[in-house]
């Protein structure tokens, strides 16, 4: 999704970024300077909760925008970490806001932008809500016109759906057998 969005950044100043996996791209409370897009790898928004354990906000993959809403935000509202070895462009973010109001096609392509990622978000949710293994990955599948999820994708797709990756093998080995 984010090849458009590229396209319209052409000219505005940018830079790369590379992290290895726990490396960390941002922290709660930094400054908001750049918009990221994930070129490789992917990078997990993360809010820890009083008892340590973390919250995963986003799980940016090749394609996405890092923690858009921030392009509003003064501070960042969590950690952005990599999850694997990362590439990354960073955008200033004085020059995007300056292109969104400069150029009402770069502003449609955001707006889409946002609206796709607000569907992802609440299918998400919805996921998530289901009560068993079986039917969290009914929907994932349907969502994604019935194909995968591919044996080295497994772990992250047990995350996505918010179920142990041995549960989701579970799921996986009685489909198999069937």
Not at 19 to 29: A, D, I, K, S, V
Not at 94 to 110: I, K, T, Y
Not at 161 to 173: C, H, N, T
Request: glycine share 8%; with cysteine; net charge positive.
């Amino acid at each position: 999704m984010s090849a458009a969005i590229d396209t319209y950044l052409r000219d505005v100043p940018s830079h790369v970024i590379v992290l290895e996996p726990g490396q960390y791209l941002f922290h709660l409370g930094d400054p908001v300077r750049c918009m990221h897009i994930v070129h490789a790898g992917r990078v997990h928004l993360v809010r820890y909760q009083r008892d340590g354990s973390a919250l995963v906000l986003q799980r940016a993959g090749v394609g996405s925008i890092v923690a858009e809403a921030s392009l509003y935000s003064e501070t960042y509202h969590c950690d952005g970490v990599a999850d694997e070895p990362v590439r990354l462009l960073a955008f200033a973010k004085s020059g995007v806001h300056q292109r969104l109001r400069a150029d009402p096609d770069f502003a449609g392509a955001w707006a889409m932008y946002l609206a796709h990622e607000l569907q992802r978000a609440r299918l998400q949710a919805e996921i998530l809500s289901i009560r068993t293994v079986a039917k969290r990955l009914d929907a994932w599948l349907a969502a994604r016109g019935g194909e995968g999820p591919y044996r080295g994708d497994w772990k992250t797709v047990a995350n996505e759906i918010g179920v142990s990756p041995e549960a989701l093998y579970r799921e996986m080995a009685k489909r198999r057998g069937a």
